[in-house]
């Protein structure tokens, strides 16, 4: 493990933010995790775990040792006649991940193709898409506890997931190093294409028999024409949750907003948080080097030379306006560092 000193993460960040860490590694094992554990003890320091960067907002120059979690290795660990269990490092791209699975004709990730970041980050936020979350092919993780230094395995349960949610960004925050993640997939394919504009987009392919190639190409074709590239233009994917709102209060805006799109959950209405950023003037806004992406309203973007409290104070107003619009908390889905 070797520690380096004063380093910019302009290059370990989506936004492309040039702020600095005091101390960072790049960790390709559980005993380099424990490693750096030991020392950031010994210098009295903080210390933040960085995957792909494409969930972080850098707010300010970082006074802790950073570590960059680079574990690999995919590794099929049993199987049955419906199922493969699949054991991934934390450090692997997850985009390559969902490849690979194709690839050996395992389901359960295609409707998830070009979600950035890493594989270890995906069951911390339950990351989903087009009607598929991490938590139907989840099985289980193991992650270094911080405090003790233990291995220790979180199964399903013990996750806690809900949307963009798990109990390691709440109670278990900032406690635990995750290491290696095991996917439960299917060797008989269910088929995900209800959500968003999957079957047009398939149909505009002129796909005849369906797969989960033909699925992935189709989710694919879909992000990239929504979505920027942040190797182009910095950004984060999408920066606010969808908000759920009551069943009387969709009604309320619904009367004064015919066109507001719903779609009913446990909780009551998701209402798409695009939609309210729009109607409230912000898609295509630009200040400076930051702005709202003129395409898609859900992501703020980054031109070149923006700064990361530049993007907060933006998003702090776009929240400010649409509750006072709608009457509706938006929250952030990026994380501020």
Not at 32 to 61: F, M, R
Not at 164 to 169: G, H, L, N, Y
Not at 297 to 307: A, F, H, M, S, W
Not at 316 to 325: A, G, L, T, V
Request: proline share 4%; glycine share 8%; net charge neutral.
């Amino acid at each position: 493990m070797k520690i380096q000193e004063n380093i910019s993460l302009k290059p370990y960040n989506t936004f492309g933010i040039d702020k600095k860490a005091k101390f960072f590694t790049q960790i390709s094992s559980e005993n380099e995790v424990i490693e750096a554990l030991k020392y950031a003890s010994s210098q009295n320091t903080p210390l933040i775990i960085l995957g792909g960067g494409s969930n972080i907002l850098l707010t300010d120059d970082l006074n802790a040792l950073v570590i960059k979690i680079e574990i690999k290795g995919m590794r099929l660990i049993k199987e049955s006649e419906e199922e493969v269990f699949v054991e991934v490092g934390a450090g692997e791209n997850w985009h390559e991940f969902v490849l690979h699975c194709i690839e050996k004709n395992w389901s359960g990730v295609e409707n998830l193709s070009l979600i950035p970041g890493t594989v270890g980050a995906s069951p911390m936020q339950n990351i989903g898409a087009y009607g598929v979350e991490i938590k139907e092919v989840f099985d289980g993780l193991y992650a270094v506890n911080r405090e003790t230094l233990d291995r220790e395995y979180f199964g399903w349960d013990d996750c806690k997931f809900g949307y963009r949610e798990s109990v390691f960004k709440n109670t278990l925050k900032g406690k635990y190093v995750i290491t290696k993640v095991v996917f439960k997939l299917k060797k008989q394919h269910t088929f995900h294409t209800e959500y968003g504009a999957i079957l047009q987009t398939l149909e505009e392919m002129n796909i005849k028999d369906l797969s989960i190639q033909a699925v992935s190409n189709a989710v694919i074709k879909i992000r990239q024409s929504k979505l920027p590239d942040p190797k182009v233009i910095g950004n984060a994917g999408s920066f606010f949750k969808n908000p759920t709102i009551s069943i009387p209060h969709f009604e309320r805006l619904k009367r004064e907003n015919p066109t507001i799109p719903g779609f009913p959950n446990e909780e009551g209405i998701k209402v798409p948080a695009a939609w309210l950023i729009e109607q409230a003037g912000w898609k295509g806004y630009t200040q400076e080097n930051i702005g709202v992406h003129k395409l898609q309203p859900l992501v703020l973007v980054n031109y070149g030379g923006g700064d990361g409290k530049e993007i907060a104070n933006l998003s702090k107003k776009i929240q400010e306006s649409i509750k006072e619009k709608f009457n509706v908390d938006l929250h952030a889905e990026v994380n501020f560092l």
